[in-house]
């Protein structure tokens, strides 16, 4: 085990070979990313990496980090209180195996280590793939109580190694009139006054966070708290990704101004999609497809054969998504009472939701109420600030 970032970092070339082997590797699970993040967390969380060797081979390991804090219970999008816990939270794409027999076995093992041996009270696994070979073994076996969320597709988009031209040519010659005249109405709009900039080193982070941030924090993903910000751990993650020569960031700039904005890094070939969002006053545009299909002309043009969507579902992704498999994300509680505690909250409110699911599964009542919350988690724009009127005059009526 490796509980200390000196000894993570003796892992690296192992880490990086058993990476290698997945099929579906994960940016998260990168050593690069992993350590990045790690040094944004100020201290306030720690390494824990699991690995299983035999015979000078390493058949499996566990990636994750060990921290305090409180579990991710939520009904819907409204997050439900309860006690602080240490958990072992597993990167996304964090539990690796090789590819001969009995490795996921090992790995299966190596994930009960958490909550018998690693000093975690709680673990979390993060959008484990429903047909990895590793997920039986461990919820037979270590995992037998784990609380599962729902299964949600991870999309991928596979570009023609021809180009953006072969690669638009799948789609209908309606769809590929509709994309040029939405690209052009945009145009006309601003009065031809519309670029699109990439942003790859570090010398240019400070510009592209300051033109981002603003827009990343009108969306509804700010509502929840999961958009991008001009904060520490981004920094640090894309300071890695740029010194590396792997960030590949972009704006949609209209009359000198940003009003879209893409995240992502191009690795091995694969472009991982981390962010996006564009100013909803303008979203009778579309800016945000706009920008998503100029970037991938760009990245078809440096090689890029794969765009990685990451987790969850999203229309686009649909549409632009040659390939998708399932995913879930997976909770398992210790001993001990505040434990015992977030098991029952947590179970409580998966069952709540699940139901509540299945109320809604007919007629497409889910995606109606997603598009009404997240409209209402939208900020609009800040309203220019007005004089304030006097006060009122005794028996004065105003309408």
Avoid at 111 to 120: C, E, H, M, P
Avoid at 176 to 203: P, Q, S
Wanted: with cysteine.
């Amino acid at each position: 085990m490796a509980r200390t970032l000196a000894e993570a970092e003796a892992l690296r070339p192992a880490w990086e070979a058993l990476r290698a082997c997945s099929r579906r590797p994960s940016l998260n699970a990168d050593p690069l990313r992993y350590f990045a993040t790690l040094a944004s967390m100020s201290g306030r969380a720690e390494p824990w990496i699991a690995t299983s060797a035999a015979a000078g081979r390493l058949r499996a390991m566990v990636v994750g980090r060990l921290s305090r804090r409180r579990p991710a219970i939520a009904l819907g999008y409204l997050r439900a209180p309860a006690p602080t816990l240490t958990f072992l939270d597993v990167v996304y794409g964090g539990v690796l195996a090789g590819d001969q027999p009995g490795d996921a076995d090992e790995a299966a093992a190596l994930l009960g280590l958490a909550l018998d041996a690693g000093g975690a009270s709680a673990l979390s696994i993060n959008h484990l793939a429903k047909d990895a070979p590793v997920r039986a073994p461990a919820l037979a076996g270590p995992l037998r109580s784990a609380i599962e969320a729902p299964f949600a597709p991870h999309w991928r988009f596979s570009l023609d190694p021809q180009g953006w031209e072969k690669t638009m040519a799948r789609f209908s010659s309606k769809h590929r009139y509709n994309i040029k005249r939405t690209d052009r109405l945009l145009v006309e709009h601003f009065g031809g006054e519309v670029e699109t900039r990439v942003f790859r080193t570090e010398a240019d982070l400070a510009e592209f966070a300051a033109g981002a941030a603003p827009l990343a924090a009108r969306t509804y993903q700010a509502g929840l708290g999961a958009a991008f910000d001009d904060s520490p751990q981004w920094r640090s993650i894309l300071g890695a990704d740029a010194r590396a020569g792997r960030m590949r960031c972009y704006w949609l700039v209209a009359r000198g101004k940003p009003i879209a904005f893409q995240i992502g890094s191009s690795v091995g070939g694969v472009y991982f999609l981390e962010s996006l969002g564009y100013d909803p006053d303008h979203r009778d545009h579309s800016p945000g497809t706009v920008l998503l299909l100029r970037s991938y002309a760009l990245l078809a043009q440096e090689g890029v054969r794969t765009i990685d969507y990451g987790f969850g579902d999203a229309g686009y992704k649909r549409i632009y998504g040659t390939e998708s498999w399932e995913e879930s994300s997976v909770r398992v509680y210790g001993a001990g009472a505040p434990a015992a505690l977030a098991a029952a909250l947590d179970r409580t409110a998966e069952g709540i939701s699940t139901a509540a699911r299945r109320a809604m599964a007919n007629g497409g009542a889910i995606d109606r109420v997603k598009k009404a919350w997240r409209k209402r988690l939208t900020s609009p724009a800040p309203k220019p600030k007005q004089e304030p009127e006097p006060p009122k005059q005794p028996g004065e009526e105003r309408s």
